[in-house]
C-alpha cells in the first residue's frame, strides 16, 4: 500500500531543531511562556516530569511516521496516576500560564498526539488528542495525519486524505481520485483548557 510519504520517521520540528532523546532539561528549573517559574509541590508528580526532556515550540508532528526511538516508552507501564493510556512520552511544553503540559503519542494504526496539562499538584485539567485519526491501511486510499503546535499555542491539525475507485486489482483507476483535507483548529488557554474545534473539510480534487 503507497502512502503519500514513507512511513517511519517523526518530525518533531521545533525553531532550534530539538532533540528530546538527548535533552536534560527537567521542568524543575523550567518557565512558562511569561517567564514565571512553575512551582512544584507534589514530588511524585515532580519525579514522573523528571523523565520527559522540555520542548521548545513550534513542534509539528506526522502521526503515520514515527520512529518512536529515543521517545519514553510508556507502552507496557503507563505512569498512573498521570498518564493511564499506553504510549510513548515526547516531552513537557513551556506554557503560557502556570500550568504544566506534556505531549504524548497514543497507539493506533498511526501514533496520535495528545497533549494533557496538569496543575502543578499533579491534578488534571484537560486532555484532548490533536488528531483526526481517519488514516489507515486500505485499497486506493493513501492518508497523512499531521498536527502541529505553533509559537503563540494555537493548534492545528489534518488528514490529508487520498482516495480512488479501485480496478479488479485493487489498484486506483486514472482520472478517479479525490483528495480532501480534514482539519481541526484550537489552542491552549492560558488557565491550561485545550480548545479545539469540530472537524471542517477542504476538497482539493
Same mark, same amino acid.
Do not use: W
Given at each position: ?5 514513507p ?5 518533531l ?5 530539538? @532533540? ?8 524543575? *528549573? ?15 508528580f515532580? %519525579?514522573?516530569? *523528571? ?6 515550540? &513550534? !513542534?509539528? !508532528? ?14 507496557? +507501564? &503507563? ?9 510513548? %512520552? ?14 504524548t503519542?497514543?497507539? %493506533? *494504526? ?5 497533549? +494533557? ?8 485539567? *484537560?486532555?484532548? +488528542?490533536?488528531?483526526i485519526g481517519?488514516?489507515?491501511n486500505? &485499497? ?22 487520498? +482516495? %480512488? @475507485? ?27 483548557? !485545550? ?11
Open positions: 500500500m503507497k502512502t503519500l510519504l512511513l517511519l520517521s517523526i518530525f520540528i521545533t525553531c532550534t531543531q530539538v @532533540d528530546s532523546s538527548k535533552s536534560n532539561i527537567s521542568n524543575a *528549573d523550567s518557565k512558562n511562556g511569561t517567564g514565571t517559574l512553575i512551582p512544584q509541590v507534589n514530588k511524585q515532580q %519525579a514522573f516530569l *523528571d523523565q520527559l526532556p522540555t520542548l521548545d515550540l &513550534p !513542534i509539528k !508532528i506526522k502521526g503515520c511516521e514515527i520512529d518512536h526511538t529515543g521517545l519514553i516508552d510508556f507502552t507496557e +507501564t &503507563p505512569p498512573g496516576p498521570y498518564l493511564t493510556e499506553p504510549c510513548f %512520552a515526547v516531552g513537557q511544553l513551556k506554557t503560557n500560564g502556570t500550568y504544566i503540559s506534556i505531549i503519542l497514543g497507539l %493506533a *494504526d498511526c501514533l496520535l498526539p495528545t497533549i +494533557t496539562n496538569y496543575k502543578p499538584s499533579g491534578e488534571q485539567i *484537560d486532555s484532548k +488528542t490533536i488528531a481517519s488514516c489507515g486500505a &485499497p486506493c486510499f493513501e492518508c497523512e495525519e499531521f498536527m502541529t503546535l505553533k509559537s503563540d499555542y494555537t493548534l492545528y491539525t489534518a488528514d490529508t486524505i487520498k +482516495t %480512488a @475507485d479501485c480496478d479488479a486489482e485493487y489498484s486506483p483507476i486514472p482520472g478517479t481520485e479525490k483528495i480532501k483535507v480534514v482539519y481541526r483548529e484550537g489552542s491552549l488557554k492560558t488557565d491550561g483548557k !485545550i480548545v479545539l474545534s469540530e472537524e471542517k473539510e477542504k476538497q482539493l480534487k
